[in-house]
C-alpha cells in the first residue's frame, strides 16, 4: 500500500513555467514505472509523461519539448517540469505509481490552470 501526494499546480499565464512534484510514501517496491498524467472533465485521463526505473521516458505529442519528467532522490519521487504553458495544457495532472508485477496507484491531483 503505498501514497502518492502531488504538489506545484496552480494558475499561471501562457507562456510560464511549473515544476509539479509527486512524493510517494508507503511499501514502495523496485522496480517501476512512474508518470503523470491529465484529465480534463467530460475526457478520458491522457499519459502526459512517463519514466521507467532504466530512465527511459516517454512523452506524449502535445507536451515533447515543453515538459520533462525526472526522478527525485526517492525510489519513487518524480518531478515535471513544464514550460511554454499553453491553455490546453489546463487540466487536473495526476501522478501514478506502477511496480512491476504489482497493481498501480494514484495520487489525488493536483490542478494547473492556464489563461490566455
Known amino acids: 500500500q503505498v501514497q502518492l501526494v502531488e504538489s506545484g499546480g496552480g494558475l499561471v499565464q501562457a507562456g510560464g513555467s511549473l515544476r509539479l512534484a509527486c512524493v510517494t510514501s508507503?511499501?514502495?517496491?523496485?522496480?517501476?514505472?512512474m508518470g503523470w498524467y491529465r484529465q480534463v472533465p467530460g475526457f478520458r485521463r491522457d499519459l502526459v509523461a512517463a519514466?521507467?526505473?532504466?530512465?527511459?521516458?516517454n512523452y506524449a505529442d502535445a507536451v515533447r519539448g515543453r515538459f520533462t519528467i525526472s526522478r527525485g532522490n526517492g525510489e519513487a519521487t518524480i518531478y515535471l517540469d513544464m514550460v511554454n504553458l499553453k491553455p490546453e495544457d489546463t487540466a487536473k495532472y495526476f501522478c501514478?505509481?506502477?511496480?512491476?508485477?504489482?497493481?498501480?496507484?494514484w495520487g489525488q491531483g493536483t490542478q494547473v490552470t492556464v489563461s490566455s
Open positions: 508507503g511499501n514502495i517496491r523496485s522496480p517501476n514505472t
Open positions: 519514466i521507467d526505473s532504466g530512465s527511459a521516458t
Open positions: 501514478r505509481y506502477a511496480p512491476t508485477g504489482g497493481e498501480a496507484s
